[in-house]
């Protein structure tokens, strides 16, 4: 089978904005270095939600002018990499996963997991201090 039979058997995922409803099952995306910021210092960029028909919603927030075309550039890669290019089968799945590795506490894009909304528990990777 060629790649493009594969690929019409397979539809792309991608993301686009959308909306995202933060008091539902949610991925929020926040900007900050994490060896000297803790969760609540870091700036929120952005909410993913559950995808539909392969696409994910990307709500962009309301960011401090201080945020600039570089770090939008960089979440928008993580965001093409871990929701499309990585090509997982269940990509939502792989996201949720994410959020809990040493790569996302170590990036500084952080991921967090939010199963019941905003005001629920929060499922991320943290740094352990010693």
């Not at 959308?18 to 991925?27: C, L, M, T």
């Not at 309301?62 to 929701?83: K, N, Q, S, T």
Request: aromatic share 14%.
């Amino acid at each position: 089978m060629s790649f493009s039979e594969r690929r019409s058997k397979h539809p792309e995922w991608m993301w686009q904005e959308g909306a995202v409803e933060p008091d539902g099952e949610h991925i929020e995306v926040r900007y900050g270095e994490a060896s000297n910021a803790r969760y609540d210092e870091w700036t929120p960029i952005a909410l993913i939600g559950q995808p539909r028909s392969r696409v994910f919603p990307v709500r962009w927030l309301r960011m401090p002018p201080e945020i600039d075309a570089a770090i939008i550039g960089e979440v928008r890669r993580e965001l093409d990499f871990y929701l499309v290019n990585k090509r997982e089968p269940n990509p939502w799945a792989y996201a949720i996963y994410h959020c809990n590795t040493s790569a996302n506490m170590y990036s500084k894009v952080h991921w967090s997991y939010f199963p019941s909304g905003r005001q629920g528990e929060r499922h991320s990777s943290v740094v352990v201090q010693l």
